[in-house]
DNA sequence: ATACGCCCCTGGTGGC
DNA sequence: TGCCACCAGGGGCGTA
């Protein structure tokens, strides 16, 4: 589920639960996700406050007063589930992590595939320590424009869609979205990265943009499972043009002159678009 | 530095 | 019903 969209509507729905919040306990069911659980981990989380919630790139960020933030990365599979005070219902199957507030909520990381990831650094070195560090600009942010994408994207021979999904050359841009701002760009996904450089960056840019903050505003996609923390989901798949939709008219094409949206796989991974409105 | 294949892990779906 | 192949929103590692 989880691309930059998703985590940030994760991260909506959690924050007026968990901000200010005492963590009067965590526990853990099982520490070995992607990477092991930090050491420690749940007497570092036992008793602090959570300050603030935020959001970079893929990673969900739970800022903590005993200096330390909490930086989860909710993988292929992963979700946070909320549960009131009093449910006695046990917790989902792949509960790994639980946190139990003072005001008696729960909140918890479910993630069955475990390629998810929670990590804590010092919040004063959250950009350039673990994770975080290298990552490249947010597609959102200032950091964000036309030069910096041409000068990302200069001298480089793999595919514009392979690009995207680096992380270190603009952050949170997943498999879906790659595929939907590249159609709504109109930027075939297998032109090779540095003949993007120049003109079509802008027209790249603006098409990342505005894929992004449109998926946000529908709370992001929900595909097979229920997303949000409050067993809630996202309705942008709804208006995908491309994604998943192989054989189908594109949006983009007049009717009827539409030869169909293609599914080819490039560097393991699908992607959809269609030959006639992306060159 | 860049590029590519492979791997991690579980579950759902569709074909036979 | 059972079994199997294939697919899935991510990223890290080793190797040229």
New binding site residues.
Partial sequence: ???LP?VEAVMRRLAPRLQGRRIARATVARADL?RMLPPRFAERLGGTRVTGLGRR??YLLMRLDSGESMLI?????GRMVLRPPGANAPPP??EHVTLLTDDGWAAGFVD????GSIDLVPTAAEETQG?LAGLGPEPLGDGFDAATLSAALA?????IK??L????LVAG????YASEALHRAGISPLRA?MTVAGAPAGLLVEAIRATLTEAIAAS??????H?LPDGGH?CF?QAFRVYGREGLPCPACAPGTCPGIR?I?Q????TFYCPRAQR
Avoid: C, T, Y
């Fill in positions: 589920m989880p691309e998703e992607r790139a893929k990365h909710l993988g292929m599979s199957v792949h069955p595939r475990r390629f994770p001298g480089r021979r793999s595919a392979v690009a999904l680096d992380q270190h841009i997943g498999n879906i990265a992001g996609s929900s595909l097979r499972d997303v996202g798949q599914r796989v560097a393991g991974r699908s």
